[in-house]
């Protein structure tokens, strides 16, 4: 079988299954969300992870398939919890190709309107590579806002789009990647970088999220610097849904 094969079996026996990274309100100290990040569950029981298929997704347009199936999979598994917690929300991500295509919407604005959910439980993240065609994208962002979702960029530094672009945007939030956090007490040269990839997410007035947060002094850094909310193993890890659930009461 070939990989794309493969891919298309699990697609259709629905091999994956969704993990929650926890999302953490700087100045509170609370869980405010999570970041949905789904894995493959092989028959033979192996976790494959998203790196080792997702670019194949997207190269062969299986990932159109993919993310429908995540956006049904995070509403059946946190649905209770969703309509509980309206405060909580789950950040999905959206490839260049779901963003082209749009049909993603559709799935999502049927699926919330099942289960009840508010369209602002759930956030939107497209790469800052996933660009590549601005038109179509703002199309596409402009239609998710319009519906009540939150945007953020991910990877934010590293994908070379400008400021004026980011700027015509309708975007909430910018991810800082986890280059520029790991920069911090580790490496000087890189690290001089980090207080401009702050200051210009600044700039452009959106709110920051600092991606794998590992230790204290990061923690610290990103806090002083005015971020508002982080991610990483400092925290937790992605977690099972349940754990997630289970997470999300203890830590508040
Ligand atoms: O989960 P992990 O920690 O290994 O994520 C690796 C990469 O896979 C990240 O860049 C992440 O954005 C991407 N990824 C994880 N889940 C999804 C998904 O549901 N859709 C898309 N398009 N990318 C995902
Ligand atoms: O969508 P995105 O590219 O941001 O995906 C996040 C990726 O980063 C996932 O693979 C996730 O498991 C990983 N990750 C999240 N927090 C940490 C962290 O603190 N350290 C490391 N090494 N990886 C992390
Ligand atoms: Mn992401
Ligand atoms: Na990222």
């Not at 994956?16 to 100290?29: C, K, M, N």
């Not at 559709?106 to 369209?119: F, H, Q, S, T």
């Not at 910018?174 to 690290?191: E, H, M, N, T, V």
């Not at 207080?195 to 007035?205: D, E, F, Q, S, T």
Request: proline fraction near 4%; glycine fraction near 6%.
């Amino acid at each position: 079988l070939s990989p794309e094969k493969e891919l298309k079996l699990a697609i259709r026996k629905r091999e994956f299954q969704v993990h929650y990274q926890p999302l953490i309100e700087l100045a509170t100290g609370y869980c405010v969300g999570a970041e949905a990040l789904v894995r493959w569950r092989r028959p033979d029981g192996r976790w494959i992870a998203p790196d080792l298929f997702i670019p194949l997704a997207e190269q062969s347009g299986l990932i159109l398939d993919i993310t429908d199936h995540v956006i049904e999979q995070v509403v059946a598994d946190l649905h209770a919890m969703l309509l509980a917690e309206q405060q909580v929300h789950v950040a999905i991500n959206i490839s260049a190709r779901d963003l082209e295509s749009g049909r993603f919407l559709d799935v999502l604005e049927r699926e919330i309107a099942k289960a009840g959910i508010a369209p602002g439980q759930i956030w939107l993240e497209v790469t800052e590579r996933s660009l590549i065609n601005p038109d179509t994208a703002r199309a596409t962002i402009a239609r998710a806002r319009d519906a009540g979702h939150l945007m953020a960029i991910d990877d934010f530094g590293t994908g070379y789009s400008s400021l004026s672009l980011l700027e015509t945007l309708p975007l909430d939030a910018l991810k800082i990647d986890k280059c520029f956090i790991d920069a911090i007490g580790r490496d000087a040269a890189a690290s001089v970088v980090t207080p401009h990839i702050i200051g210009m997410g600044r700039a452009l007035k959106l709110n920051l999220i600092a991606e794998g947060v590992e230790t204290r002094e990061q923690d610290a850094y990103v806090r002083k610097a005015g971020v508002q909310f982080a991610q990483g193993w400092y925290y937790a890890k992605a977690l099972p849904a349940d754990e997630f659930m289970a997470f999300y009461r203890d830590y508040n």
